[in-house]
């Protein structure tokens, strides 16, 4: 499970909603915000994980921590976690729309059912908790700043990888033209674009074959993948003051993987 970050980001004061935040790179991303100061936002569908998740880094770094039960591919759901979130901590400074769905499913095999999913979490729910943290910045005069977890996927198909290598293009579009039109009005949109991540779900495909952890590190020129912690602090950087003239960009966080 992740640590702290070790990135030296003071975020005191802030406050920052991190969806997909109970497991995996959600809740590292939320552990750092929380290490570094920032009053943290939890959602996930799973509502019962989102609340250890918030009390187990509440209890680590003392910070203040809730968690909303969310599904963000349901757009009234995202304006209620913005809406939950300012009535928690009277702002929202700071979204990492990290909450995803994935699966292999061959494009000779994709029911409608399939793609509906995979627009609805990957695509669906950035831009409308984007949109209900924008527009409640916009009226009440705030900044804001929102890093979208897309991968490289995003830009390098695989067989069986279609809907969400798509989903995730689409997102990478989409991060460029929320940057163009909302960045004069406050708020800054960048992206990030992980390799293989050291999660649960990738160490149970290593064990269970379905991944070959040899094969793959011979391809990665830093000779590992990414840890958890390596998207958290990206995620802090993008998201801070350090990065203030990077608009509209995705960072590749891979170790030379898609190279």
């Known amino acids: 499970m992740a640590s702290r970050s070790e990135a030296p980001f003071d975020f005191t004061g802030k406050t920052a909603i991190v969806t ?26 799973n509502g019962e994980a989102a609340r250890q998740a918030a009390t187990e880094i509440g209890r680590e770094t003392g910070a203040r921590l809730i968690a909303v039960k969310t599904d963000v591919a349901v757009p009234a759901e995202c304006a209620k976690l913005v809406d939950d979130a300012v009535a928690a901590f009277g702002a929202v400074d700071i979204l990492a729309n990290n909450a995803a769905f994935f699966s292999l499913i061959p494009l000779l095999d994709v029911a409608p059912e399939d793609a509906s999913r995979f627009s609805g979490v990957n695509f669906n729910g950035p831009l409308f908790c984007s949109q209900a943290l924008a ?48 960045t004069s009005r406050g708020i800054r949109v960048n992206g ?30 830093a000779g590992r993948i ?14 801070s003051e350090r990065a203030r003239h990077i608009i509209g960009a ?10």
């Not at 997909?20 to 996930?44: C, D, E, K, L, T």
């Not at 999660?199 to 269970?208: H, I, K, L, S």
């Not at 990414?226 to 998201?239: G, M």
């Open 192 to 221: 990030l674009a992980p390799g293989h991540v050291a999660t649960e779900g990738v160490e149970a495909d290593f064990v269970a074959g379905r991944l070959d952890r040899a094969a793959m590190m011979r391809r990665i020129p």
């Open 250 to 259: 995705t960072l590749t966080i891979d170790g030379g993987e898609a190279l």
């Open 135 to 182: 527009r409640w910045a916009i009226a009440n005069q705030r900044t804001a700043a929102i890093v979208n977890i897309s991968s490289i996927a995003g830009q390098r198909p695989a067989p069986g990888c279609g809907l969400y290598s798509a989903s995730k293009a689409a997102l990478d579009s989409l991060t460029k033209s929320m940057a163009l039109e909302w």
């Open 20 to 45: 997909g935040g109970s497991v995996g790179i959600g809740r590292a991303i939320a552990q750092a915000f929380a290490a570094a100061g920032a009053n943290v936002v939890i959602a996930a569908r």
């Open 226 to 239: 990414a840890r958890v912690e390596d998207i958290a602090d990206a995620t802090l950087f993008l998201a």
